[in-house]
């Protein structure tokens, strides 16, 4: 899962190599103060969890009126 990171698919995806950083750390954090992950765990480590949530479309990053917005898919599993 780690190998995504080095494809420049994902950095298209999200727009941008600061935008994905960004994300990441932004929803890592989220994770680690107890948010409840997107995607099946599986014996994920936190960082393949994120990215496997980008992957699927599960969570974005936006701007509205200047101030980053971390959007999440709306149902949770």
Known sequence: ?????KSEELVDKVGGRFKLCALIQRRLIQILEGARPL???DGKTDLEI???EILEDKITYTY????AVLEEEASLL
Do not use: G, K, Y
Request: hydrophobic letters at 55%; zero cysteines; charged letters at 40%.
């Open 50 to 52: 994120v990215i496997a």
């Open 64 to 67: 509205d009126n200047d101030d």
């Open 39 to 41: 995607v099946e765990r």
């Open 1 to 5: 899962m780690i190998e995504a990171l």
